[in-house]
């Protein structure tokens, strides 16, 4: 039997960056990871803060803000 496993909602909707504000999964990282990898793509709280809010959330642009840093 597969084991599930809790998110601690509160924590991680106060620790959330992202910000999309009409998005549904706010807080709810195991939602946001799956959604983001169903279409070839990171979530946002891995992009630094300035380039977050540009909302590219692209494979292709997270390699090249990451070689630039």
């Known amino acids: 039997m597969e ?3 809790e998110c601690n909602y509160k924590k991680n909707l106060d620790e ?3 910000t999309y504000e009409p998005c549904s999964r706010k807080g709810k990282c195991c939602e946001c990871v799956l959604y983001h990898r169903r279409h070839n793509e990171i979530p946002g709280c891995f992009f630094p803060k ?3 809010k540009l909302y590219n959330r692209s494979i292709e642009f997270f390699i090249s803000v990451m070689k630039s840093k």
């Open 50 to 52: 300035d380039k977050e």
């Open 16 to 18: 959330c960056t992202c």
């Open 3 to 5: 084991k599930i496993i």
